[in-house]
């Protein structure tokens, strides 16, 4: 190192983040410590005062460092602080911060719902900030922030908050092309208008029943879990959609037509067949496809699909290129009457890989006739992986099941996988 020239040096140097080795190398040499004031970004894990002595406190710490740098671009602090102690920081580094991410702790104790205000509330003298990333955040009322009009990274994970305080803080961040909900507890009716959004990511907790209004349309990646009713009317440019529901069940979808989407996923253990029915509508131009759906039914009753002909569906979705269904779709598929509309022109032309997950060994010759009519329409398909989960082995059927299934994998060896 010491015949290396200093800017390189510093220039070298200059990519450490982590607390902890800044300090060090300001303790190596005269030249290490010359090079620690063109650190960018300083991050602090959480147990890093753990061992603290000397009588120093964490913030005095955090703010020593902050300030022996002279343009501070990223500020990570999982350890904890006060928020007079945050304050001072950003104070001092608000004009060069772009990035700031912070564990706030403040779910644990709810008491702290007025120095959990205040922290956020600091927050406002980084105003040039690009991205912000809390952790477990206790939000009582909406904070008074200006507007952030150069962020465009917002994500909160870990958070209690009701309708209004998100709408007051969004109303702040109206440039966002990037917003991720994780964990976010107390909502029931959230609506959320960012013109120049492009990803979102939406996980509610809970009962399942909120509902969301989403109007984005620069929007391309849109993953929504929790909701029972979902409307977004502007999707052009959407691309990537998924849609899950772990807790509750899905009444209603209302989005415009999908003409850019290349992914669709939906899953849940209940969801009304009108829901499922118009997703599968207006997702015509879909390359790939998951469905994870155990049940229908629009109230309590868990029924199955309706029968869904095999020809139809693959002609009204004539892109697919991967498909990967679950047990309901699979049966519903499998029925009776689903290959009558053969014809000799039939072909599924872009269909790669297939993933099927079977639990019952129930209408055993409905589900062959599927595998093979799979197999020897798609004139492209590459793998088809048979998933058998929390199959009753002892039923009457079962012996039957595995003998077709096996002996279908042995005629297709190199197409067909078991698990």
Known sequence: M???????????????SNAKDVASCNCVSKKFKDSMPYVTSLYFARSVFDSLTNGQDPDSVIMQMVSSISRLEELVVYCPF?????????????????????????????????????????????????????????????????????????EIVGAKLEDSVLVEALRATPNLTQLVLLGCEGLRTVSIELLELEHCRLDFYGSGSCSLTLKAPKLEDLQVQGCCWIRVRETSCLKYLSISNNAGRIYMV?????????????????????????????????????????FTGDFEALLPFPEIDFVDFFKTHPNLKSFDIHGAMFAALCQKNSLKNVDSSFVIPWLEEVVITVRSPLNVEQKMNTLESLVKFAKNLKKMKIKILQMRSGHSSADEFFEEICRFRLMNYSLISIE
Not at 83 to 102: D, N, P, Y
Not at 115 to 137: H, M, P, T, Y
Not at 263 to 273: D, E, F, P, T
Request: hydrophobic residues 45%; proline residues 2%.
């Open 2 to 16: 010491d015949s290396l020239p200093d800017a390189v040096i510093q220039y070298i140097l200059s990519h450490l």
């Open 254 to 294: 209302d989005f415009g037509k999908l003409v850019a989407l290349e992914s669709l996923a939906i899953r849940g253990v209940q969801w009304c067949w009108d829901a499922i029915h118009k997703m599968l509508q207006l997702a015509t131009e879909v390359k790939h496809l998951f469905m994870k759906i155990e």
């Open 82 to 154: 006060t928020g007079s102690g945050l304050a001072s920081c950003v104070l001092l580094a608000g004009s060069s911060l772009k990035s700031l991410e912070l564990r706030m702790d403040n779910l644990v104790d709810q008491n702290m719902g007025n120095d959990s205000l205040f922290k956020l509330e600091c927050i406002q003298a980084a105003k040039n900030l690009e991205s912000l990333r809390l952790w477990g955040v206790f939000m009582v009322r909406a904070p008074k922030w200006d507007t952030f009009r150069k962020l465009r990274n917002l």
